[in-house]
């Protein structure tokens, strides 16, 4: 057990420093071919920090521990809203302006009704997997598309001022980006492995290790950018990360999961877990997409996020006595 809590915390630590190396990498080398700022805010950071919850997820499903897989990827959704959201919005309140950010708010709703109505049976099929990575695939095109077409907005913006100050090297941004993937791969393999050995000794189910402490240590890198994203008054940044990266988890994550080996839910998965994940994506909907103006997320509205987290954690707790 020593040698598995060991595992995990090295794991996670190698992880959070490879996903950052990876997602600066990644960033610098597609500037340096031209890429829009807009579109790296998009698409390449959105990748960058979903990188960790792919590779664990894809990793343990190879594997044949389904339940970390997936509880990974719901579970790392919740604690981006809940956890991640909730603790950005009482340290500023995030005001909404990015007008792609916008229409994400609502794309992610439907991804997570799509979400929900796949699971209620129970199961991910390959045919399910195959019909998230299609929409995730189509979701890229648009988004693409509108990075491209849209000429000015405040995500861009953002962005464009972080990428002026992270100047790096083409070498150094290549060297970086293949590195951090290579690390990644060792870095959740070591994860995996530690989170298995402690769930199987502990009599805990891997469901709840992958919802809780592989979720939580997989959404660092989020929780990192997205809180210094909102000191620095980048909201837009700080909301960009949260909505790409769980779009990325409830398509590409469970997608590929599932597309290596089909993908069985515990009936709690849909009962508890997924009902609380939509509920949250709901309420983030509701307070950021600013039916009368730019949407805000204040202290107020952060608060209720963070005691959400803490219940959905207390009860996740309670079920294992």
């Known amino acids: 057990m020593?040698?598995?809590?060991?595992?995990?915390?090295?794991?996670?630590?190698?992880?959070?420093?490879?996903?950052?190396?990876?997602v600066e990498g990644s960033?610098?080398?597609?500037?340096?071919?031209?890429?829009?700022?807009?579109?790296?805010?998009?698409?390449?950071?959105?990748f960058g920090t979903s990188a960790?919850?792919?590779?664990?997820?894809?990793?343990?499903?190879?594997?044949g521990n389904t339940g970390i897989a997936l509880g990974n990827a719901y579970g790392s959704n919740i604690t981006n809203i809940a956890l991640i959201l909730?603790?950005?919005?009482?340290?500023?309140?995030?005001?909404?302006?990015?007008?792609?950010?916008?229409?994400?708010?609502?794309?992610?709703?439907?991804?997570?009704?799509?979400?929900?109505w796949q699971l209620r049976d129970g199961e991910i099929t390959g045919a399910d997997a195959l019909a998230l990575l299609t929409v995730f695939l189509g979701l890229m095109a648009w988004t693409i598309w509108q990075g491209m077409r849209t000429k000015a907005d405040s995500l861009g913006h953002e962005m464009e001022r972080e990428l002026a100050i992270q100047v790096m090297p083409i070498r150094r941004a290549i060297f970086w980006?293949?590195?951090?993937?290579?690390?990644?791969?060792?870095?959740?393999?070591?994860?995996?492995?530690?989170?298995?050995?402690?769930?199987?000794?502990?009599?805990?189910?891997?469901?709840?290790?992958?919802?809780?402490?592989?979720?939580?240590?997989?959404s660092l890198p989020e929780l990192a950018s997205s809180l210094i994203?909102?000191?620095?008054?980048?909201?837009?940044?700080?909301?960009?990360?949260?909505?790409?990266?769980n779009l990325f988890n409830t398509l590409a994550v469970v997608g590929i999961a599932g597309v290596i080996r089909p993908v069985s839910a515990e009936p709690e998965v849909f009962s508890?877990?997924?009902?609380?994940?939509a509920g949250l994506t709901v309420s983030l909907f509701l307070f950021g997409y600013g039916f009368r103006?730019?949407?805000?997320?204040?202290?107020?509205?952060?608060?209720?996020?963070?005691?959400?987290?803490?219940?959905?954690?207390?009860y996740l707790i309670s079920t294992l006595f």
């Open 2 to 22: 020593i040698a598995a809590t060991f595992a995990v915390v090295f794991g996670l630590m190698l992880l959070v420093w490879s996903a950052d190396r990876f």
């Open 27 to 46: 960033a610098a080398t597609a500037r340096h071919f031209g890429m829009p700022p807009l579109l790296i805010g998009m698409v390449i950071v959105g």
């Open 52 to 63: 960790p919850e792919m590779v664990v997820s894809a990793l343990a499903s190879w594997q």
């Open 86 to 116: 909730g603790l950005t919005a009482l340290i500023s309140p995030i005001a909404v302006h990015s007008q792609v950010l916008r229409r994400e708010l609502p794309l992610l709703t439907g991804v997570t009704a799509l979400a929900a």
């Open 177 to 218: 980006l293949g590195t951090g993937l290579l690390l990644l791969l060792v870095s959740s393999r070591i994860l995996v492995w530690g989170a298995v050995a402690i769930a199987h000794g502990l009599g805990v189910s891997d469901l709840i290790i992958g919802l809780t402490v592989v979720a939580v240590g997989t």
């Open 229 to 245: 994203a909102a000191r620095k008054g980048e909201h837009d940044i700080a909301l960009g990360n949260i909505l790409g990266s």
């Open 272 to 277: 508890r877990d997924i009902l609380v994940m």
């Open 293 to 314: 103006g730019p949407g805000r997320i204040n202290r107020v509205e952060g608060s209720v996020l963070l005691l959400c987290y803490i219940g959905y954690t207390w």
